[in-house]
T-cell receptor, first 113, second 110 residues
Framework: EPEVTQTPSHQVTQMGQEVILRCVPISNHLYFYWYRQILGQKVEFLVSFYNNEISEKSEIFDDQFSVERPDGSNFTLKIRSTKLEDSAMYFC???????????FGAGTRLSVL | EDQVTQSPEALRLQEGESSSLNCSYTVSGLRGLFWYRQDPGKGPEFLFT???AGEEKEKERLKATLTKKESFLHITAPKPEDSATYLC???????????FGKGTMLLVSP
């Protein structure tokens, strides 16, 4: 069964460092998303991406964040200068269309020290 | 602003003891309501999508229903393997974003 793959499963970084989280969406999907979940809190939307551009973003997704589809299979989230409050689980999701089911990866746990 | 409230926050059941989880929502125009299951340290796993009031969907011991203001996830004769956090999310018309509730953590004891 096709699945969304995320790497690494756990990333530890120092405050102020740049991190790149990677995702391989389901192969025939066209819409890609990043969500995050701070420990004990809700899953929160960050950004959606379609046709090589951002289609929606939340207030959380400020200038420190960027997304990219560098090739035909990967979808990345970059945090330019990490803060302690960026520590969370980051989930990538993909869907065939904007109204279709979003399938989630297993997540990357980001720990900022 | 779209809002999703789930209750109870946690629920402990004995194996075979049926119950229901609640998801109340406010959204400008509902495109769809989604139920996901989340196991510890894992990503949300899709269960159901409901699109209009009165709609019902079933999968094994789970049944989801939808009204204009809330959705219920009914669990019939649960087993320990049903233990997980159940998440409800809404998608508004014209948007692809999912707005999630905090979830209900279900523990089913043998």
């Amino acid at each position: 069964e096709p699945e969304v793959t995320q790497t690494p499963s756990h990333q530890v970084t120092q405050m102020g460092q740049e991190v790149i989280l990677r995702c391989v969406p389901i192969s025939n999907h066209l819409y890609f998303y990043w969500y995050r979940q701070i420990l004990g809190q809700k899953v929160e939307f960050l950004v959606s991406f379609y046709n090589n551009e951002i289609s929606e973003k939340s207030e959380i997704f400020d200038d420190q964040f960027s997304v990219e589809r560098p090739d035909g299979s990967n979808f990345t989230l970059k945090i330019r200068s990490t803060k302690l409050e960026d520590s969370a689980m980051y989930f990538c999701a993909s869907s065939a269309g904007p109204e279709n089911i979003q399938y989630f990866g297993a997540g990357t746990r980001l720990s900022v020290l | 602003e779209d809002q999703v409230t789930q209750s109870p926050e946690a629920l402990r059941l004995q194996e075979g003891e049926s119950s229901s989880l609640n998801c109340s929502y406010t959204v400008s125009g509902l495109r769809g309501l989604f139920w996901y299951r989340q196991d510890p340290g894992k990503g949300p796993e899709f269960l159901f999508t409901l699109y209009s009031a009165g709609e019902e969907k079933e999968k094994e011991r789970l049944k989801a229903t939808l009204t204009k203001k809330e959705s219920f996830l009914h669990i019939t004769a649960p087993k320990p393997e049903d233990s997980a956090t159940y998440l409800c999310a809404v998608q508004a018309s014209g948007y692809s974003t999912l707005t999630f509730g905090k979830g209900t953590m279900l523990l089913v004891s043998p």
